[in-house]
């Protein structure tokens, strides 16, 4: 093959029998884009430029790169704005690149680069056909085990994965201080991770006790920022798993972006284990960013357009599915959970409280404060 074609190139201008329409869909279409920007984040570019490595083989050096495989990335990047070359070899950040600095607030880079787990979570999206045909996830297809098995199997990844997971918690950013907690006295964190929501309620609330509840590897990041934050008398972590059972003692369950990995039948059994672990009006609390029911204004209409993208990542990674609030409230029905209040929080997430009806009231003493690898749930 003499010339490869890419869709951009097919429909460009010098094409006058493709209407503007078809050049507009090529583009968005077009596979190179996004791979270009995740090797420039993969490389640090803008850190390395930042750093004053602006010269082409200065850089490629500070990058690891060949300089003329770079040089080639580069003049597809500066074409398309996201870098800029002032003067011939010499690159420069634009407003665009600026967002691939790992120190940006947005974080952009940590998602794009092909070395951590999200570029390992990106590579299963050229099979989305497959998931869409099945209606299953393709995880296991691509890399051999179904995703949170594959994640337990390499701390590395727990590890990345732990670390951006704390990053997108600004959906859930306020509920510290926006929903009440007056009326609560213990709160599980049900696969609460490394607990940054956590510590963030009990920040704000000192009467409460809370615990972090998630897989081994988390809780001992959690039990160590509970601790480095003087909050170990009040939070502890244990180590369960919860589509069996959580620990007895508390009166509120908080599930913070959890149900939306999970499909229907995995959703409701998670739910009906918090019912199972709280006292009769115990209250379990489903915090996630959800489509509007009736999408009626440009803000709305914005951020289901958003949540299109996170929903069809939750069908290929995981097999699940972003929902709305009705979709939450059929779920926690079946679970035997009465619906009792919502709201939104600042960063966008929706807070959707039910409650327990006709649990007998647990007995037990909270769940034990973990030390070593954490505790278990109480026999």
């Known amino acids: 093959m003499e010339e490869y074609m890419t869709l951009a190139s097919m429909s460009a201008p010098n094409r006058p029998d493709r209407p503007e329409q078809s050049r507009g869909l090529a583009e968005i279409a077009d596979i190179v884009t996004p791979f270009a920007v995740r090797a420039a984040a993969t490389l640090r570019l803008a850190d390395h430029i930042a750093a004053g490595h602006t010269r082409l083989h200065d850089l490629a050096e500070a990058a690891g790169a060949d300089p003329r495989a770079l040089s080639r990335l580069l003049r597809f990047l500066t074409c398309r704005d996201i870098f800029a070359e002032p003067e011939p070899g010499t690159f420069a950040l634009t407003e665009l690149a600026a967002e691939l600095l790992t120190d940006h607030p947005a974080n952009l880079r940590q998602w794009l680069d092909a ?137 509120a369950c908080l599930l913070s972006r959890v149900l939306a990995d999970w499909d229907d039948e ?54 699940g599915r972003k929902r709305s609030e009705s979709d939450y409230a059929r779920l926690a029905g079946r679970a035997g959970l009465s619906p009792s209040a919502s709201g939104r929080l600042p960063g966008g997430a929706t807070v959707m409280d039910f409650r327990v009806v006709g649990n007998p009231g647990q007995k037990e003493a909270p769940p034990r404060r973990s030390s070593g690898q954490g505790a278990t749930p109480p026999p």
Do not use: N
């Not at 009440?180 to 006790?209: C, K, M, Q, Y």
């Not at 918090?274 to 951020?303: K, N, T, W």
């Open 115 to 251: 070395d951590e787990v999200a570029g390992r979570l990106d590579s299963t999206f050229p099979h989305l056909v497959d998931a869409v045909r099945s209606g299953t996830s393709v995880y296991e297809k691509v890399h051999g085990a179904p995703f949170w098995a594959d994640l337990a199997a390499s701390p590395a990844r727990t590890e990345s994965f732990d670390r951006l997971m704390s990053q997108v918690s600004q959906s859930t950013k306020g509920i510290g201080t926006a929903y009440d907690w007056s009326d609560v006295r213990h709160v599980i964190d049900v696969g609460g991770g490394t607990g940054a929501l956590l510590r963030e309620i009990l920040t704000a609330h000192p009467h409460l006790r809370g615990t972090v509840a998630d897989q081994a590897a988390s809780v001992a990041e959690a039990r160590h920022q509970l601790a480095a934050q003087g909050l170990d008398e009040r939070g502890d972590t244990v180590v369960c798993d919860m589509f069996d059972r959580l620990p007895t003692g508390a009166d």
């Open 266 to 319: 995995s959703a409701v059994r998670i739910l009906r284990t918090c019912a199972a672990a709280l006292p009769d009006g115990g209250r379990v609390l489903i915090a996630e960013r959800v489509f509007q029911d009736e999408p009626v204004s440009a803000e709305d209409l914005s951020e289901t357009r958003r949540l299109t993208s996170h929903d069809l990542r939750m069908l290929v990674l995981l097999g």
